[in-house]
């Protein structure tokens, strides 16, 4: 079956410094990665997406893209900001069978940036 | 704002209990998803519906069901409500089912169950 491995977190991290979280997956086809991104007392929110392999998705700031070939799926900032501090998910979609699809999440990793 | 509304937004009840937790997806959006995240399990898929019909069903108890109805809105269902029933639920939205489209969700709803 599909799966999401993430970094665990916390991340702890002073502002402007560089961000990477590690993302790899396991699935079966070509399926669509994600990030979300969860900010406190928040719902999730989609930050950026890569549909096929190389595709580089981006969004205030952060990137990622998607490797095919290490099964990856990092997630990428120069310099974070106080305001990034949240939890991020990577997660990925294929369709199952002829039904439906859907989001299988990593664990999420928590990132904390100080001033 | 993703256009997803749920509500209740925060809900507290008593271990025996039902309770029914409504969404409304995305204007023009078929696909509707139910998660559920929870400290220990993170987040977990429960369901999904895609203009009314069962789509895709992941980890759901038996006591939970839920449904899509002709204006497309969505309710869950949670029946016979344990202690560790307690988490928050997501509603989600797609235009279609292609792995491709983005899911948008909702704020969530949390659920406390003493």
């Known amino acids: 079956g599909n799966s999401v491995t993430q970094m665990e977190g916390p991340v702890t991290l002073s502002e402007e410094a560089f961000l990477t979280i590690n993302c790899t997956y396991t699935?079966?086809?070509?399926?669509?990665l994600f990030w979300y991104v969860q900010y406190p007392g928040e719902g999730l929110q989609l930050l950026l997406k890569?549909?096929?392999?190389?595709d580089k998705g981006s969004n205030k700031g952060f990137e990622a893209t998607y490797r095919k070939e290490t099964t990856s799926f990092h997630l990428e900032k120069g310099s974070v900001q106080v305001s990034d501090s949240a939890v991020y998910f990577c997660?990925?979609?294929?369709?199952?069978?002829?039904?439906?699809?859907?989001?299988?999440f990593g664990g999420g990793t928590r990132l904390m940036v100080k001033p | 704002d993703s256009g997803v509304t749920q509500t209740p937004k925060h809900l507290i009840t008593a271990t025996g209990q039902r309770v029914t937790l409504r969404c409304s997806p995305r204007?023009?959006?078929?696909?509707v998803y139910w998660y559920q995240q929870s400290l220990d399990q993170g987040l977990q898929f429960l369901i999904q519906?895609?203009?009314?019909?069962?789509?895709a069903k992941g980890n759901i108890l038996e006591r939970f069901s839920a449904q899509q109805f002709p204006d497309l809105h969505s309710e869950l269902n949670l029946s016979s409500l344990e202690l560790g029933d307690s988490a928050l639920y997501f509603c989600?939205?797609?235009?279609?089912?292609?792995?491709?489209?983005?899911?948008?969700f909702g704020e969530g709803s949390w659920l406390t169950v003493v």
């Open positions: 997660a990925l979609t294929s369709i199952k069978g002829n039904a439906g699809n859907m989001l299988t």
């Open positions: 204007s023009g959006d078929l696909s």
């Open positions: 699935a079966t086809g070509y399926p669509s």
């Open positions: 989600a939205s797609s235009v279609d089912r292609g792995p491709g489209n983005t899911i948008y």
């Open positions: 890569a549909t096929k392999a190389d």
């Open positions: 519906y895609y203009n009314g019909e069962e789509r």
